[in-house]
C-alpha cells in the first residue's frame, strides 16, 4: 500500500479511541456501609438503628427551624417544635424510601441530613403563608373594578356607534335603535343580582 492510500485509508476510517471506562462508585466509609447495614436490618438492630436516624433528623430539623426563626415572627415554640418533628418525620420517611439510591459520593449522615433541611425548609415556607389573608374592607373592592364602561353600557355604547356611523340611514332610524339599544341594557341591568 502506497503512503498517498494509507493517509486516504486512515481518513475513511477512523482510528477508534481506546475504550473508557465508567468511573467506578465510590466506595462506602465504614460508618456508611455501617448505617446502611443496620437500616435495612430487620431485627432489634434496625429498629434502633431507625431510632438513631431519627434524633440525627430531629437535630437538624431543629437547627434549620431555629436558623429561619427570625422570618416567621408569628409562630410560636410549640408550633416551631412541632414544624420540626413533623420534618423529622418525613425526612425519615424519605431517607429509608430511598436507600439504594445512596451512592456514596458523601457519608450517609450528609446524606441523610440533606434530606431533613429540605423538609424542615418545605414545612417552614408553607407555614409562612398558612393562615395569612389580605384583609379587603368592602369599600377595597371598587380598587379590582375596571376603569371602563360596565358590559351592559359598553354594548349599547357600540351599538350606536354602529347605528351612527352608517350614514345612509333616515334619522329615524337612528333614534329607534337608539330607544332599542336602551330597552336592552335595561333589561340586561334588571337581571343582574345585586
Avoid at 71 to 83: N, S
Avoid at 145 to 161: F, K, M, R, T, V
Wanted: glycine share 4%; charged share 30%; with cysteine.
Amino acid at each position: 500500500m502506497s503512503a498517498v492510500n494509507a493517509a486516504t485509508v486512515a481518513l475513511v476510517e477512523p482510528v477508534s479511541p481506546s475504550p473508557t471506562l465508567a468511573p467506578a462508585p465510590p466506595l462506602l466509609d465504614a460508618e456508611s456501609r455501617k448505617w446502611l447495614q443496620s437500616l435495612r436490618a430487620t431485627d432489634a438492630t434496625g429498629e434502633d438503628a431507625i431510632a438513631r436516624l431519627h434524633a440525627l433528623l430531629l437535630r437538624a430539623t431543629r437547627f434549620e427551624v431555629a436558623r429561619r426563626r427570625r422570618t416567621l415572627p408569628h409562630l410560636r415554640g410549640d408550633e416551631l417544635e412541632d414544624i420540626a418533628t413533623e420534618a423529622a418525620d418525613d425526612a425519615l420517611m424519605s431517607v429509608l424510601r430511598r436507600l439504594d439510591d445512596f451512592r456514596g459520593a458523601s457519608r450517609f449522615t450528609t446524606w441523610a441530613y440533606k434530606f431533613a433541611l429540605l423538609e424542615a425548609a418545605v414545612k417552614l415556607r408553607k407555614r409562612a403563608w398558612q393562615g395569612r389573608e389580605v384583609p379587603l374592607e368592602p369599600e377595597g373592592w371598587g380598587l379590582f373594578s375596571s376603569a371602563g364602561p360596565e358590559p351592559a353600557a359598553e354594548a349599547e355604547q357600540s351599538e350606536l356607534l354602529e347605528v351612527l356611523q352608517s350614514r345612509d340611514r333616515p334619522r329615524a332610524d337612528v333614534a329607534s335603535a337608539t330607544h332599542a339599544c336602551r330597552a336592552r341594557a335595561q333589561r340586561g341591568a334588571d337581571r343582574r343580582p345585586r
